[in-house]
């Protein structure tokens, strides 16, 4: 068997080119072997070993079989023998040799094709199953998709690969992407592409393919309450509260937060820019017509606006996965989840400032944000300094490992690179986009920005979290706001 | 029974939310201004208002009908807030406003000053200009039903013509939405308009020692004190405020600005007005706070000195030649302000004279003299008398003629010398001498 083996891989080592084939083939497929009996054992797992195992050496694997019968063909071109001839000079008598199944050559051929296409079949295979992996779509291009990756891997998506989303279900979408693919990677290899990479909101995959999988509208009810903890920038790092009980439901006609995807509903709008964030008009299917409200204070960009669109999930849930923070976002969260600790005069003041300092590109994040940290406090309360220095490292390790999460300086992603359509902390941004004064239908009404028809109020940059379930105090300026407020979630009367 | 009980929670659910608009609108109010003009909302929550339980509606509400009130989030709203709104609560002070100089400021269309802005300048000099500090008529926008023009609003002019009758605007002093007393006291509140080439009060004030000696003791003044009376609650140093409407040990703070004002200063020959006598000893007693008589009595003579030598010896001299070119159609413009003569006597009265007046007033000497006389001087001898005897009109170089005759004026054709000499042995001042027992001519 041995014998047969080295006399037919002899015999197909007829010219340099073929003798290069073989050695190509052979040995790659030994390699292969090799490494998956690694990644079986667990002893390899890095994308790179991937990259090598499931790209690199099929690749090699088919180039050697093609050069074998290249190099075949040039012998006989050189001696001018039949093929017949060939085989006999190439090939011991024994393998050549006729028998009623043909002969060993034939058989040794037809039975090694077989392993080919089986050993092509799983490497293809294998190659796209690969290419599915998050650890491909993060890691192969590195520096480009980076930010994509790090935030992708603390988000609440972490655990869905990137193709759910990205890629969808189907051969044409599969062809899609890798074609996608292709472009991308010419732009890796030549530097082409820009910094920051824009969102492809464009090309994403319809919501309703891909969210709606496993967030369909009708799951969306009740109320969800949510806190956010704010502290202000003074000695103490005042806590202050905001809590809302959100009204996620879809609902029906009538409005709670989802009911812009409720199956009843169609809301459409057009955007000027491919930002989304002014809107020239939107409008609801009331019927069989739509009710508009245009913006009065558009003002026309330059260029064509993009084609309009049926809202979905993206349009508000623009950062569902690759969550960028803000800076005083961060450190409100790191402050209140304690990672920062809150007894150090002025964190809060010193944290947003050392956070929301510039590091250049190359520079050494923590290092950076601790001196702009000691800058603070040498500027505003100088033996705070002194009493606390390993309070400070703390506070720079934790304000470091943040920056790194949402600040890219490679990419050129800074603090609020990518905005979130969710909410509305930016002033026109979020919903406010829609829900404004100026977006007026034809009798010149608004569409309601009213507080309390997409949450109800519990605290309002109050002292304690659900600061108006408590009772009213008459003293207060703002004690009408808390009747108000109170009644308004309770249903009871004040 | 579920199905009971779920209609008993939606009632009460409806119930509630009707309950809390109708019990707790301005609660709705504050909900969303909270979050969309947060300093708005932030500053009424820190002032005297907030604590006192003032709110939104309490100034802001109207009645359906009304013509500036709008619908908005179930209430009728009405963004202007008039004297009369304010006097719901600070009546007397809102009486006072109306019988004040300062509610009259909105009349200025009438004036010359508003002829010259639409006539050279333009309206939309006129609206940012003029009618931003002296308040104009507040008209309804035809196109928005219940909102305001936006010719007129926004308009915190003081002597701002408001839809429901009432004259001026609170709000010129104590901005909203504060209302700090504390900012109403500072003389920059005042400065918004009492500055600039034609009545520099604030620079006048800087240049003074009362200016001086507030910019040194600002802190330690007590201006955010309740109770606010010169001598007692404060000694530093007066504002405008002081002066002229707070409260002394004797006079109770006062929005008639002019109750202790005895000259007028803004008309081109200066009078004095009516019940100058009882002005003039309202604000001889804040003097009191901190100057003895005597030194009062020399201000006041020093004062009335520099009023009475503007109006004798330039005011009235200029007023008649002017009044002559004017009778006789000289120029050959028609419309007033044509003529360059008239731009001259303009700004001799309504500039320099008013600023070496305004001046005196306060202690300014600068602007008494540099700022002031000495720039009447000039303009009158060779500007404002050159260009009329370019007419070549015989009654009127003879009243030229007879103005430089006088002994004011007689200097122009002596020699130096003497004039130095009658200036060192005194006899010069005899001219004068009459000027400082008081207003003369009145």
Same mark, same amino acid.
């Given at each position: ?56 050496? &099929? ?32 090939? =011991? ?99 082409? %592409?820009?910094?920051?990479? =824009? ?90 017509? %739509? #009710? ?203 | ?47 005297? $208002? ?51 100089? $300062? ?148 006079? =109770? ?37 901190? #100057? ?24 009235? &001299? ?32 309504? #500039? ?12 300014? =000497?600068?602007?008494?003299?540099? #700022? ?13 008398? &050159?260009?009329?005897?370019?007419? $070549? ?50």
């Amino acid at each position: 068997m041995l014998w047969r083996m080295r006399a037919f891989l002899k015999g197909l080592s007829t010219t340099r080119t073929g003798t290069l084939g073989v050695a190509l083939t052979t040995s790659s497929f030994l390699l292969l072997v090799f490494l998956l009996l690694l990644q079986a054992a667990g002893v390899l797992g890095n994308s790179y070993a991937g990259l090598l195992t499931f790209l690199a050496l &099929p690749g090699v694997f088919v180039a050697g079989l093609l050069l074998i019968p290249v190099g075949w063909r040039r012998l006989q071109r050189r001696t001018g023998l039949s093929t017949a001839e060939l085989l006999r000079t190439q090939f =011991p008598p024994g393998l050549v040799q006729a028998s009623p199944f043909g002969s060993s050559l034939a058989l040794t051929i037809a039975g090694l094709t077989v392993v080919n296409l089986l050993f092509l079949g799983f490497g293809g295979a294998a190659i796209l199953h690969h290419m599915d992996t998050p650890e491909f779509c993060g890691t192969t291009c590195h520096a480009v998709m980076n930010p994509e990756w790090v935030t992708y891997q603390s988000s609440p998506h972490a655990h869905v690969p990137c193709v759910e989303c990205h890629v969808g279900e189907g051969a044409d979408a599969l062809i899609d992407a890798k074609l996608n693919g292709l472009r991308q990677m010419w732009l890796v290899t030549v530097g082409g %592409y820009r910094r920051p990479i =824009p969102t492809p909101v464009t090309t994403l995959r319809p919501a309703r393919e891909t969210c709606e999988k496993c967030h369909w509208p009708d799951k969306f009810y009740g109320d969800r309450i949510k806190t956010i903890a704010r502290f202000a920038a003074d000695e103490q790092s005042t806590p202050r509260f905001t809590t809302l009980a959100l009204k996620v439901g879809a609902g029906g006609q009538a409005g709670k937060i989802h009911w812009h995807v409720a199956a009843d509903n169609e809301v459409r709008y057009q955007a000027l820019d491919e930002s989304r964030l002014v809107i020239d008009w939107v409008e609801v299917k009331r019927g069989d017509r %739509y #009710h508009r409200f245009t913006n009065r204070r558009a003002i026309p960009r330059d260029a064509a606006p993009p084609a309009a669109r049926t809202l979905d999930c993206i349009d508000c849930h623009n950062r569902a996965t690759h969550v960028y923070r803000q800076a005083e976002d961060v450190v409100d969260e790191l402050l209140a989840d304690g990672t920062l600790d809150r007894t150090l005069p002025w964190a809060k003041a010193a944290a947003l400032a050392a956070i929301a300092t510039t590091v250049p590109r190359d520079a050494d994040r923590e290092a950076a944000i601790a001196g702009a940290l000691r800058a603070f406090y040498r500027r505003q309360d100088p033996r705070a300094l002194a009493r606390h220095p390993a309070g400070l490292d703390e506070m720079a390790r934790a304000l470091a490992a943040a920056h790194a999460r949402n600040v890219h300086p490679q990419m050129n992603v800074d603090w609020g690179t990518y905005p979130s359509h969710l909410g509305h902390r930016q002033g026109r941004a979020g919903c406010f986009r829609c829900h404004n004064q100026d977006l007026v239908d034809d009798s010149g009404r608004a569409i309601s920005s009213d507080c309390t028809l997409c949450h109800s109020l519990l605290a309002f940059e109050s002292p304690s979290p659900f600061q108006y379930l408590e009772p009213v105090r008459p003293a207060q300026p703002d004690s009408a706001m808390h009747v108000y407020l109170q009644a308004e979630f309770t249903g009871r009367a004040p | 029974m579920k199905r009971v009980i779920l209609l008993i929670g939606l009632c009460s659910v409806v119930a509630g939310a009707i309950a809390a608009e109708a019990d707790s609108p301005a609660g709705k109010c504050m909900t969303c201004h909270k979050e969309k003009t947060p300093g708005l909302y932030k500053q009424w929550f820190a002032s005297n $208002h907030g604590s006192a339980g003032v709110t939104c509606l309490d100034c802001h509400g109207a009645a359906a009908g009304e013509s500036d009130a709008f619908p908005h989030e179930g209430a009728h709203i009405a963004t202007l807030v008039t004297p009369r709104d304010c006097g719901q609560c600070h009546a007397k002070e809102a009486e006072q406003v109306q019988k004040s100089h $300062h509610a009259t400021a909105g009349e200025i269309l009438d004036s010359n000053d508003a002829y010259l802005a639409h006539a050279t300048g333009g309206q939309p000099a006129a609206v940012a200009g003029c009618e931003s500090c002296h308040g104009g008529k507040v008209k309804i926008d035809p196109a928005s039903p219940n909102k305001l023009s936006r010719l007129s609003w926004p308009n915190s002019g003081i002597g701002r013509l408001n839809p429901d009758g009432s004259k001026g605007s609170c709000t010129a002093c104590h901005a909203r939405h504060s209302f700090d007393v504390a900012q109403a006291r500072k003389p920059e509140a005042c400065a918004k308009c009492h500055l600039g080439p034609d009545h520099p009060q604030k620079e006048i004030y800087e240049e003074s020692k009362h200016g001086n000696a507030y910019y040194t003791h600002l802190d330690e003044m007590n201006i955010e004190s309740d109770r606010w009376v010169v001598g007692v609650d404060y000694f530093e140093a007066p504002t405008c405020a002081t002066c002229h409407m707070s409260a002394t040990r004797t006079q =109770p703070v006062t929005h008639e600005v002019g109750e202790r004002i005895s000259w007028t200063l803004r008309p081109p020959v200066s009078k004095t007005l009516p019940n100058w006598q009882v002005r003039r000893q309202n604000m001889q007693d804040v003097c009191r706070a901190c #100057h003895g008589q005597g030194f009062i009595d020399g201000h006041y003579a020093q004062y009335d000195g520099l009023v009475n030598l503007y109006n004798e010896k330039f005011a009235k &001299p200029a007023g008649r030649l002017y009044d002559i070119a004017k009778r006789k159609g000289l120029g050959g413009g028609k419309a007033e302000f044509s003529n360059e003569y008239e731009w001259t006597y303009w700004e001799i009265w309504h #500039h320099e004279g008013r600023r070496a007046r305004h001046g005196a007033a306060m202690m300014g =000497p600068d602007y008494t003299w540099w #700022h002031g006389i000495y720039e009447v001087g000039k303009h009158f001898y060779f500007e404002f008398i &050159p260009e009329l005897r370019e007419f $070549h009109d015989a009654e009127l170089d003879q009243a030229i003629a007879e103005v430089l005759a006088d002994e004011f004026h007689v200097w122009l054709n002596r020699p130096t010398a003497d004039i130095k000499a009658d200036i060192k042995s005194g006899a010069m001042a005899k001219l004068y001498a009459d000027m400082f027992e008081g207003p003369l001519g009145q």
